[in-house]
């Protein structure tokens, strides 16, 4: 099996302006993303930006990176930009992995490349147990249901399968965490389906929800799920979640 590896790094962030070249412990955030991501066994990693900043410091360890748009409305419309960039066939395996997740294990990039590869879908993604009835509550937390064959039923940011008799008693005490699965945020596509998607209409459940994948299951196309073999660590969008990452690697 053979896989790329996709990393978006947009300059711009609201709460953590330059985030991809912030310093963790010597190194900056993208190139712990990408030597993460070279671990995976992938044939090639890339990175694509939209600053000259961010393309400078990738060169300095990489000659895979990409300047792309700026007008880009989500990862997956630069994604497809990547497709065109690199003339890739449309059967190849991408994996996108977020610029922000330093402490993604590449075992996790590995396994949801295999979960495509063994499938005739065009996208799949992993899930993890939630363990916190809060969590189950967050909407911030996307939870997903999936079939016997490892199809996504819906991803959503309500509490996902509803628990009928302990949610309309309103008694988390009573709430089985052990039932829900958050969604992890790392996907693998078949790159000709990049296109594809774009040009499917947007649709009211993603709109509802303000979650892209709804799109994808909306229009009858199936996405494979399966748990992340490895832990999942939160990615960095604060200055609070940079210290915690610092922290646990130099515990």
Do not use: W
């Amino acid at each position: 099996m053979e896989f790329i590896v996709v990393i978006p790094a947009r300059y711009a962030s609201t709460r953590l302006p330059g985030k991809p070249l912030v310093d963790i412990c010597g190194k900056t955030m993208i190139q712990r993303v990408y030597e993460q991501a070279v671990k995976s066994g992938a044939k090639a990693v890339y990175v694509a930006t939209d600053h000259q900043l961010v393309y400078d410091e990738v060169k300095r360890f990489t000659d895979n990176v990409l300047m792309t748009r700026e007008d880009h409305q989500s990862g997956t419309e630069r994604l497809a930009e990547v497709v065109e960039l690199l003339n890739l066939d449309d059967d190849t395996l991408m994996v996108n992995v977020q610029g922000d997740e330093p402490l993604l294990e590449p075992e996790n990039i590995s396994q949801v490349a295999d979960l495509l590869f063994q499938s005739s879908a065009p996208m799949a993604t992993l899930s993890v147990d939630i363990n916190d009835v809060e969590e189950v509550l967050n909407p911030n937390a996307v939870k997903v249901v999936s079939d016997i064959n490892q199809n996504a039923l819906y991803f959503s940011r309500s509490p996902i399968p509803f628990q009928r008799d302990s949610m309309m008693a309103l008694d988390k005490e009573r709430i089985p965490v052990s039932h829900f699965n958050r969604h992890v945020g790392i996907y693998a596509y078949r790159a000709g389906f990049i296109k594809t998607y774009l040009a499917l209409s947007v649709s009211p459940l993603e709109v509802q929800e303000s979650l892209e994948q709804l799109r994808v299951l909306f229009h009858g196309y199936p996405i494979k799920v399966t748990k992340a073999i490895k832990p999942v660590h939160a990615g960095v969008d604060t200055p609070e979640d940079l210290e915690r990452v610092v922290e646990f690697l130099n515990d």
